[in-house]
Each structure stands twice: as structure tokens, then as C-alpha cells.
T-cell receptor
Framework: DAKTTQPNSMESNEEEPVHLPCNHSTISGTDYIHWYRQLPSQGPEYVIHGLTSNVNNRMASLAIAEDRKSSTLILHRATLRDAAVYYCILRDSGVDFGNEKLTFGTGTRLTIIP | NAGVTQTPKFQVLKTGQSMTLQCAQDMNHNSMYWYRQDPGMGLRLIYYSASEGTTDKGEVPNGYNVSRLNKREFSLRLESAAPSQTSVYFC?????????????FGDGTRLSIL
């Protein structure tokens, strides 16, 4: 499986944008980039995913480099509730037999400063 | 809007005792998963069920058994608990057979084995 690399931790001020980087230099052409986050004492929750084009949803934006070897999760205006561990995960977009397995690394622990 | 429900939320066992962790989802999902998360680490897949009636080993299956009781329920059993199985256990479900649909997680069972 292609591997991702993320910084162990980041800090950001409340109400400012946050850019969380992820490197995936061995990504294959069929890999989607998924982001999950895990709030304290909770299970992970899905944030966003993309293949080549930048993506936006109500939670965040995903910016994908032209060569797809890196991506950035953007939280436009961080709140205290965004303090969590953020995981960048690659998932093969091949035929889905219902047996998708996500490989979680250690992620980036985001601290929001009031 | 329950989603994925795990019981119990907390449990303390003695070495050698047995226990079953319960998981139920109300989203009519086909695929279900069991993960464990040790302190400071990402999630690791124990077992999964791609669809009702099937189960398969994940990354760390030793010491565990699973049962996909029906489409809604997927249980994880520790036959003879060991201190190394002290962890937080997360159950997840996914619609399955549709590419790039996210996994939905429960809030976990915190298990301590003395």
C-alpha cells in the first residue's frame, strides 16, 4: 500500500485558516486521497476525499498537487471544536467488493489556540 | 440518529476472562469493521465483514473471533483476554460496493485487562 507522511503536530489560532499537509510520493493513479479526523474520546469521522481536482464540502477543502504527490487539507476558519487528530489515507479506487480496508497512520494532532 | 452503537463503553477484565463486544448499525450498511487503537497510535484493523455472512482477517486478528449476526450486528469476542489486548476498540460500517463511500465509526469500547 502506498504510504502517507504527515507532521506529528500543528498549532493554529482560533478563527484563522489551517493548512494540514500530507505527502504521498508513491501514490498510484487509482488512489483516492481520504481525510478522516478523530476528536478526543471519539471514533474517527470522515472529512473529505478527492482524486485529482480540488474538492470542497461543508467541513473543509482539499487541495491536491498537480503531480498528486502531496495534498493539503484546509480548514477555512478553525474553531476549538476542530482540535483533533487528522489522518490522511490513500484508498484504491478499484472495483469495490465491500472489502475496503483503511490504513491509519499516526496522523497530525491539531491544537487550536483560543 | 444513532449510526454505529457500541456496547459496553468501558470494561475491565482479568487475564483469562472472556468477553464479547457488541456493535450495531442502523444505516443498512453492508460492510462492517473492527479496529483497535493503542495509545498514541493509529487504528489497526482486526477483522471485517464485507457483507452479511462473510468475515475476513485484518492486520491483527490473533486472539479475537467475530460473528456477523445479521446485517445490523457485528460482534468481537475475546476468548481468553490478555493484558496486550488492553486497548480502545472501534467498530465501523460502510455501505460497501460503492466506491469511495466513507466508513462511519462508533465511539469505542475502552477495554482494560489486568
Amino acid at each position: 500500500d502506498a504510504k502517507t507522511t504527515q507532521p506529528n503536530s500543528m498549532e493554529s489560532n482560533e478563527e484563522e485558516p489551517v493548512h494540514l499537509p500530507c505527502n504521498h510520493s508513491t501514490i498510484s493513479g487509482t488512489d483516492y486521497i481520504h481525510w478522516y479526523r478523530q476528536l478526543p474520546s471519539q471514533g474517527p469521522e470522515y472529512v473529505i476525499h478527492g482524486l485529482t481536482s480540488n474538492v470542497n464540502n461543508r467541513m473543509a477543502s482539499l487541495a491536491i498537487a498537480e503531480d498528486r504527490k502531496s495534498s493539503t487539507l484546509i480548514l477555512h476558519r478553525a474553531t476549538l471544536r476542530d482540535a483533533a487528530v487528522y489522518y490522511c489515507i490513500l484508498r484504491d479506487s478499484g472495483v469495490d467488493f465491500g472489502n475496503e480496508k483503511l490504513t491509519f497512520g499516526t496522523g497530525t494532532r491539531l491544537t487550536i489556540i483560543p | 440518529n444513532a449510526g454505529v452503537t457500541q456496547t459496553p463503553k468501558f470494561q475491565v477484565l482479568k487475564t483469562g476472562q472472556s468477553m464479547t463486544l457488541q456493535c450495531a448499525q442502523d444505516m443498512n450498511h453492508n460492510s462492517m469493521y473492527w479496529y483497535r487503537q493503542d495509545p498514541g497510535m493509529g487504528l489497526r484493523l482486526i477483522y471485517y465483514s464485507a457483507s452479511e455472512g462473510t468475515t475476513d482477517k485484518g492486520e491483527v486478528p490473533n486472539g479475537y473471533n467475530v460473528s456477523r449476526l445479521n446485517k445490523r450486528e457485528f460482534s468481537l469476542r475475546l476468548e481468553s483476554a490478555a493484558p496486550s489486548q488492553t486497548s480502545v476498540y472501534f467498530c465501523a460500517s460502510r455501505i460497501g460496493r460503492v466506491s469511495n463511500q466513507p466508513q462511519h465509526f462508533g465511539d469505542g469500547t475502552r477495554l482494560s485487562i489486568l
